[in-house]
């Protein structure tokens, strides 16, 4: 999937000079003048990046983070402007935006800063990916195969499974082998560290 960056600023010259620094990196841009728009147009799912100026009409920055965090919206926001203080980089950051950058900026550092943002996406989509990968597999598994499994996360021997259970310890070894199977996972090792990468405890 292509990473666009997304700008979203009131001032037309802000807009247009930003565009034209990241099209000069060769990654796509898309930009907006006001937040209202870009919620009304963004698609959810998107890859990329978001710089967002602060003082904007309607709803500013800030709200507009606050915004695409209640959607799930997961993509970095760089926050951009030229009326920064201390409190407001305070909640800036406290709001985990990914980075907070003060007008006039230095080109070099905001494109080294999106082209970091960018990859930590891609990063956190791929991570992302794996975890559903592993959590559809657990889905798999019959309701036997999971207590099974607790037992065997549980550091269990096949006995103790199997009298916990009340069944025999061959079947216990016959639902390990499947869950191992429908797991992926070759070693008792690999199969916790599947539970954990699924947020199994």
Known sequence: MESTVYIVDDDRLARESLRWLIESAQLPVKVFSNGLDFLARYEPGSAGCLLLDVRMPAINGMELHTKLKARGVTMPVIIVTGHADVPMAVRAMKARVYDFIEKPYNDSLMLERVQSAIAYERD???????????????????????????????????KVIAADLGISIKTVELHRANLMTKMKATSPTQLVRLALIAGLD
């Open 124 to 158: 956190n989509r791929r991570n992302q990916a794996r975890i559903n990968d592993v959590r559809n597999r657990l889905a798999r598994l019959t309701p036997r195969e999971q207590e099974v499994l607790r037992g065997v996360l549980g550091s269990k021997q096949n």
